[in-house]
């Protein structure tokens, strides 16, 4: 059993920053990918950014390279997205989620995630 609790959402204007965590406890296993994914009401949810289980290897969505970063502490066990230069259309809930295959590469898709955490409200103004 994996549990993800997101926080740092909030209420921003465009050019601002956020930084959101995800904070992850896994009973079993220690050693997991992580997603964050993103839902703007009305849309299909969709892939921000990953990190693999060790932050050595991580993976954007072209409509965020350059202002966000994913970062982990895995002795805090939390995952961190940096978020940068925030536009009105980055608002959404951010949600993220864990990938217990560590042998896998980074997944982009949200089917491959296993576990999914409640998703935290980011609103940008313009």
């Known amino acids: 059993q994996v549990q993800l609790v997101e926080s740092g959402g909030g209420l921003v204007t465009a050019g601002g920053s956020l930084r959101l965590s995800c904070a992850a406890s896994?009973?079993?296993?220690?050693?997991?990918?992580v997603g964050w994914f993103r839902q703007a009401p009305g849309k299909e949810r969709s892939f921000v950014a990953a990190?693999?289980?060790?932050?050595?290897?991580?993976d954007y969505a072209d409509s965020v390279k350059g202002r966000f970063t994913i970062s982990r502490d895995n002795a805090k066990n939390t995952v961190y997205l940096e978020m940068n230069s925030l536009k009105p259309e980055d608002t959404a809930v951010y949600y993220c989620?864990?990938?217990?295959?560590?042998?896998?590469?980074?997944?982009?898709?949200?089917?491959?995630?296993?576990?999914w955490g409640q998703g935290t409200q980011v609103s940008v103004s313009s």
């Open positions: 989620a864990a990938d217990i295959r560590p042998w896998r590469p980074l997944a982009t898709t949200s089917d491959v995630y296993n576990y």
């Open positions: 896994l009973l079993t296993q220690r050693t997991f990918h």
């Open positions: 990190i693999s289980w060790n932050g050595g290897d991580t």
